[in-house]
């Protein structure tokens, strides 16, 4: 009588732990797009943050008028809502003011999105 041939193939079981392997890879990428993709906006809402703060500072040293104290006003860019907040003291030499911008997303309570500081001239070129 003649053997039966050894059958070759993967049984049950292997087939089910190379799915589980299979599917636990793929959500750790999934998992891993989806940081990815939520950094990428963070950056690029920080991005334009910090633009909106340049563009304030070059509109005060435009105006050449520099008010001491605080002033909080809306600086939008594009879908962003922001909050800008002003402050002008005056630097430790005297002759310079301290100018610090902190804009922030108007649209929840979060740490501010960009943070500029600098020193500008009272008297005008």
């Known amino acids: ?38 950094s990428n906006g963070l950056l690029r809402d920080k991005s334009i943050a910090l633009l909106a703060a340049r563009s304030q500072l070059a509109q005060l040293r435009l105006e050449g008028r ?16 922001l909050r800008c907040e002003q402050n002008l003291r005056p630097a430790e030499n005297g002759r310079m003011l301290r100018v610090e911008l902190t804009v922030s997303d108007r649209s929840r309570e979060a740490p501010p999105l960009a943070r500029l500081e600098t020193l500008v001239s009272r008297e005008k070129p």
């Open 1 to 38: 009588m003649p053997r039966p041939a050894p059958q070759s193939g993967f049984t049950l079981i292997e087939v089910l732990v190379a799915l589980a392997i299979i599917a636990v890879a793929m959500s750790a990428a999934v998992r891993v797009a989806a940081v990815m993709t939520q």
């Open 66 to 81: 520099f008010a001491q104290g605080s002033k909080v006003f809306e600086c939008d860019q594009g879908r962003l809502l």
